[in-house]
């Protein structure tokens, strides 16, 4: 299902979307890049949220004049704050390494009511992702003895291996909303 990338208010508001073209995308590694066609000159910077009309693809890692890197979803240092879109309940998803189609749904309680066909999103509980982002559905689900969490398998919304086009995702309060969070921490530790 494609999202609606201008329709809440909230999120015009908020973020800024620019369209970028695909030119080297892989999908077959262990730690999978994509490049696009756009990059300072068209604002953008590292750490920026990067999509599809699908859903999460991955977050810029580095820039040029005219080129950005995004580390793809299918990478194993990414994770993409999440949440059951049916119960709210947070969660991280994480790609488990072997399949571009399929990640891990990591912190889920056994008390969690889940089912096979529940859509995942993005939490929004960070400055990078807008929340609701398509991330996927709950293919499978497990317990295995003595664990606290769910062992479960994520169809990914977006089809890495198939990617055109994606937009890179400006959160305009970002500086603002890590400036007061980073007080809080200071404070704190």
């Not at 194993?76 to 390494?97: A, E, F, Y």
């Not at 317990?143 to 977006?158: E, G, H, K, P, W």
Request: proline fraction near 3%.
């Amino acid at each position: 299902p494609e999202i609606q990338i201008v329709s809440d208010g909230d999120i015009v508001n908020k973020y800024e979307f620019n369209r970028a073209k695909v030119i080297n995308n892989s999908t077959r590694r262990f730690n999978n890049y994509i490049t696009v066609d756009r990059g300072i000159k068209e604002g953008v910077e590292p750490d920026m949220a990067v999509i599809d009309n699908n859903g999460v693809v991955g977050k810029v890692k580095s820039v040029s004049n005219h080129f950005s890197v995004i580390t793809s979803v299918l990478h194993s240092d990414v994770l993409v704050s999440s949440k059951i879109l049916r119960t709210g309940d947070l969660c991280t998803t994480k790609w488990g390494g072997k399949d571009p189609y399929t990640a891990k749904l990591l912190y889920v309680p056994l008390h969690v009511d889940l089912q096979e066909g529940d859509t995942i999103v993005t939490s929004g509980y960070n400055a990078v992702f807008p929340e609701n982002i398509p991330v996927g559905v709950i293919k499978s689900f497990e317990v295995r003895d003595d664990a606290l969490f769910y062992d479960i398998d994520v169809s990914l919304a977006a089809k890495l291996n198939r990617l055109s086009y994606v937009y890179i995702i400006k959160n305009k309060l970002k500086i603002e909303q890590d400036s007061v969070e980073s007080q809080i921490i200071e404070v704190n530790d």
